[in-house]
């Protein structure tokens, strides 16, 4: 699991090194006749700024913007198991019972957080990979 959680840190670092390159990712965005695009969004400003890619840098930061967005839940929802564990061994021994309680709402955050975050970027796959396959 230690292997895991490392591999998971390791990949932000890559991830935001090649958005950085390549000027965004292309998970949420959409193909047009004009060629591929990845985007970079301002949500604090509410800009978009898009960049024109290859077929194959798009279909890589596609890929690799997904994986390291559902590797991270993921490793959270292994962490809320390692919690949830804690927990258990907690309630044997004379803990306090706010840290029982906080270890039990810490599971139960992680986990649908989680599940929320990776339904939230599988739909926006789902809706990249439509258009790329309409284009295709």
Not at 25 to 41: F, M, Q
Not at 89 to 107: G, Q, S, V
Request: charged residues 15%.
């Amino acid at each position: 699991m230690k292997i895991f959680f490392a591999v998971t840190f390791i990949n932000w670092f890559v991830f935001f090194a090649a958005a950085i390159v390549i000027g965004g990712v292309a998970l949420g965005t959409e193909i047009d006749e004009k060629g591929y695009y990845v985007s970079t969004t301002t949500t604090f400003f509410n800009e978009e700024e898009k960049t024109s890619v290859s077929a194959s840098v798009w279909f890589y930061s596609l890929l690799h913007t997904y994986a390291t967005f559902a590797l991270t839940p993921l490793s959270w929802a292994c962490f809320a198991g390692c919690l949830h564990r804690v927990r258990r061994r907690t309630e044997d021994e004379d803990t306090p019972a706010w840290t029982r309680r906080t270890a039990t709402i810490l599971t139960v955050a992680f986990s649908l957080f989680s599940a929320t975050m990776l339904f939230t970027m599988t739909s926006d796959l789902i809706d990249s990979l439509s258009s790329w396959r309409r284009m295709g």
